[in-house]
C-alpha cells in the first residue's frame, strides 16, 4: 500500500515563508505525477483547488497569484516534494494536501497566515 504523508503547515503571520513536504513511501519515478492542492477551511472537499504539478523536471504552477510566490520541487533520494511558499497572505489560508499519481493522498496539513 503505498503511503502519502504531508506536513510542514503551521501557523506564521503574512510575509513569512513556509515550506511544505510530500514523502511517498515508494519511489517517485521520473513519469508519476506528484500534485499540490489547497482547500479553504470551511469549504467541502469537491472546492479543493489545484495548486501546482511536477512530473520529471518539468514544475507547473497553475494559479496566476501564486507564480511568484510558491515554487514545487522534488528530492528523489528522499522521494519527497517540497512546496514553496513566500510572502504568504492571509488568504493562503488553507489545508493543503498533495497527492501521488491522482490516486494516493495524503492527509492534509493546515497552514493558517495570520497575525
Known amino acids: 500500500q503505498v503511503q502519502v504523508v504531508d506536513s510542514g503547515g503551521g501557523l506564521v503571520q503574512p510575509g513569512d515563508s513556509l515550506t511544505l513536504s510530500c514523502t511517498v513511501s515508494?519511489?517517485?519515478?521520473?513519469?508519476?505525477?506528484v500534485a499540490w492542492f489547497r482547500q479553504a477551511l470551511g469549504n467541502q472537499r469537491e472546492q479543493r483547488e489545484l495548486?501546482?504539478?511536477?512530473?520529471?523536471?518539468?514544475?507547473?504552477v497553475y494559479i496566476d497569484s501564486l507564480k511568484d510566490r510558491f515554487i514545487i520541487s522534488r528530492d528523489d533520494a528522499k522521494n519527497t516534494v517540497y512546496l514553496q511558499m513566500n510572502n504568504l497572505k492571509p488568504e493562503d489560508t488553507a489545508i493543503y494536501s498533495c497527492?501521488?499519481?491522482?490516486?494516493?493522498w495524503g492527509q492534509g496539513t493546515q497552514v493558517t497566515v495570520s497575525s
Open positions: 515508494e519511489s517517485i519515478s521520473s513519469d508519476s505525477v
Open positions: 495548486i501546482a504539478t511536477i512530473m520529471g523536471e518539468r514544475a507547473i
Open positions: 497527492s501521488f499519481r491522482g490516486y494516493f
